[in-house]
């Protein structure tokens, strides 16, 4: 169990749902299969496949969302409404017009719904209740969001916030970039990506590529910011880290994997909570020491909140 990616949130402190009542409000929104006229269908999943929705292991939370979707592509349903608009045509002896054509194309689709594959997947969310962090496995924050969406809907109160630091992230990396080093902790690897705020919005990209000496200076002294910029924490754990605050790539380094020969290797639901419980404890120390180098947490923050 290790996270690709990580879109995280600030917990409130008025957040003091226990795990039963979580377990109980979220069972009220299970994952149910797409029916015959479901071009979608989303709920809570259990982590590891038994009944469980809300996955336990020392003190940390995993969350699973459920996402069933079929495969209809427009341009089917509209080939086929075309060449049903062609007979139509020849039997009337005129072209349908418009309220036709959606008639044909509202047709079409409850015809091949049921006969389309369904695709499905899970995302997986990680609640810390003591540190109060909620991260999402997803590559964008509008996929965090299906996330959030659903958990709104199944709780009576989510005090959520973005984490809001003192410093912009871009900002941030651009003094690094700058001065040649990371904050304590952090060192700077080898792929950035800088961004022109002009409108002709230029940028310049380097992969596996020393970020040292005068020509990445250039670029930043020409007006270019970072949006992304490769880290490594600790010498645990490296990632990219872009302009929004969001962390990709994540890769938890030899140091930390090589934990997981202590656990059981017959044992499967060992070394799945074995691995949440390493990938977690080292998130746990990484949030606060990024957050702590972006200058702290914002003093103000907009508040996300779902009244009951």
Request: charged letters at 30%; glycine letters at 8%.
């Amino acid at each position: 169990m290790w996270f690709k990616n990580l879109q995280f949130y600030r917990l409130s402190p008025d957040w003091n749902i226990t795990a039963d009542v979580l377990e109980a409000q979220l069972a009220g929104r299970r994952f149910q299969p797409c029916g015959s006229q479901d071009q979608e269908s989303r709920g809570w999943v259990s982590p590891t496949g038994d009944d469980v929705l809300v996955h336990r292991v020392g003190g940390q939370w995993l969350l699973a969302l459920g996402l069933e979707q079929r495969l209809l592509p427009s341009s089917v349903v509209r080939q086929e409404a075309d060449e049903r608009a062609e007979e139509l045509a020849a039997r009337q002896g005129y072209k349908p017009g418009r309220k036709q054509m959606k008639e044909l194309r509202e047709q079409v689709m409850q015809e091949f719904l049921p006969r389309a594959f369904t695709r499905k997947r899970k995302v997986f969310a990680w609640i810390d209740p003591v540190g109060g962090w909620l991260g999402v496995d997803a590559a964008s924050q509008a996929r965090a969001e299906d996330v959030l969406e659903l958990l709104r809907q199944s709780v009576e109160v989510l005090p959520l916030a973005p984490v809001r630091t003192e410093r912009s992230p871009a900002g941030a990396m651009a003094d690094w970039l700058a001065a040649g080093e990371a904050p304590a902790g952090f060192t700077i690897d080898q792929d950035c990506e800088l961004r022109s705020v002009s409108e002709d919005k230029a940028a310049v990209r380097y992969v596996r590529h020393t970020l040292e000496g005068d020509e990445v200076r250039g670029h930043l002294a020409a007006g270019k910011l970072p949006t992304r910029l490769a880290l490594t924490f600790d010498d645990r754990l490296s990632f990219v880290v872009t302009e929004k605050l969001e962390l990709k790539r994540l890769d938890f380094l030899d140091v930390v994997k090589e934990k997981l020969d202590e656990a059981d290797g017959d044992d499967a639901r060992a070394l799945f909570d074995a691995g949440f419980a390493m990938m977690t404890g080292e998130l746990r120390v990484l949030l606060p020491a990024l957050v702590t180098a972006l200058g702290g947490e914002a003093a103000e923050g907009q508040l996300l909140a779902k009244a009951a």
